[in-house]
């Protein structure tokens, strides 16, 4: 980054800021994958069409962009919910009777879902079935770099569908996809057919949302309720993988609940923003945070 001209840092005035201990996981937690830590301690990052830097300051939250570029500011309020509508809905989570959903909220304060692109969102959930963090990361980096449009100072967009239907198996495998490959490939073929695919799927109510994304390849009900919570802004979604299979599963006794029961045990338990509620369990469980309440104990068989 030292050939980088970036602005000077400036403050980014939240309704709800980002804890220093938390930007990590805010960035880097799972929502999206295009975020990396600079050996400063400051996060560079692409979203959209946007390359910023956040880092935690003495007074709360800064940025700096690329010399020339508008709109990174308002591109980064919006990202991070800077009028805290989040907050709100966090404050009516069933925290106050839920002490597993308490500890993590308290772990976990001012964690928001960031506010993405629905085709950024698609093409890194199709990427991350069966891999981790940093492997999805790879790999998306990998499509930008071969595939995306430039943003300037070696940064890049990530690819648009046609950029992706047509590239060709070399290429994909030299970003480390594996079978994922196809899924892109395949779900890119039928978007380019509907190139307001994003709006159209937009007006539609979650539960069609979440089934016409299922109807593309490789998009199975996790990646789908991913999309429709970090990508279309439905905070009723409830993604369930394998880290809230064990929060809830240990936390609340949900043991041998397929994905669809724990799905709908989540919209049912947390209500309208079941996702955000996700979020705070899937990080509470990542780093070891979740608490788990004791087994009722049985009651004495009667002496009748």
Avoid at 257 to 266: D, R, T, V
């Amino acid at each position: 980054m030292a050939a980088t001209e970036w602005t000077a840092w400036r403050p980014l005035r939240l309704a709800e800021d980002v804890p220093a201990a938390l930007l990590a996981e805010q960035l880097d937690g799972g929502q999206s994958f295009r975020w990396s830590a600079t050996s400063d301690g400051a996060w560079v990052g692409i979203f959209g069409r946007t390359v910023a830097m956040l880092r935690s300051g003495a007074d709360g939250l800064e940025w700096r962009g690329l010399k020339g570029a508008a709109g990174t500011e308002a591109a980064l309020l919006a990202y991070l919910d800077a009028e805290g509508a989040q907050a709100r809905l966090s404050a009516d989570l069933p925290w106050r009777s839920d002490p597993v959903l308490r500890a993590a909220r308290e772990a976990f304060p001012g964690l928001r879902i960031l506010r993405q692109d629905p085709h950024e969102t698609l093409i890194g959930f199709l990427c991350s079935s069966n891999k981790r963090i940093l492997q999805i990361r790879v790999m998306v980096a990998g499509l930008a770099e071969k595939l995306g449009e430039p943003l300037g100072a070696g940064f890049h967009a990530l690819p648009t569908w046609s950029a992706l239907a047509a590239a060709d198996d070399a290429v994909l495998k030299s970003c480390a996809l594996g079978y994922r490959a196809a899924f892109l490939r395949g779900t890119a073929q039928r978007l380019l057919a509907r190139p307001r695919w994003a709006e159209e799927f937009a007006a539609l109510d979650t539960p069609a949302l979440l089934a016409e994304l299922q109807s593309l390849p490789g998009v199975g009900p996790k990646v789908a309720a991913c999309v429709t919570l970090f990508g279309f802004g439905r905070l009723e979604s409830f993604p369930v993988d394998t880290w809230v299979v064990q929060a809830l599963g240990d936390a609340y006794g949900l043991r041998k609940w397929k994905p669809a029961q724990l799905e709908q045990f989540g919209r049912a338990h947390f209500g309208a923003a079941a996702g955000l509620a996700q979020q705070y369990l899937f990080s509470a469980a990542r780093h070891g945070k979740l608490i788990t309440l004791p087994p009722e104990p049985k009651r004495p068989k009667s002496r009748r």
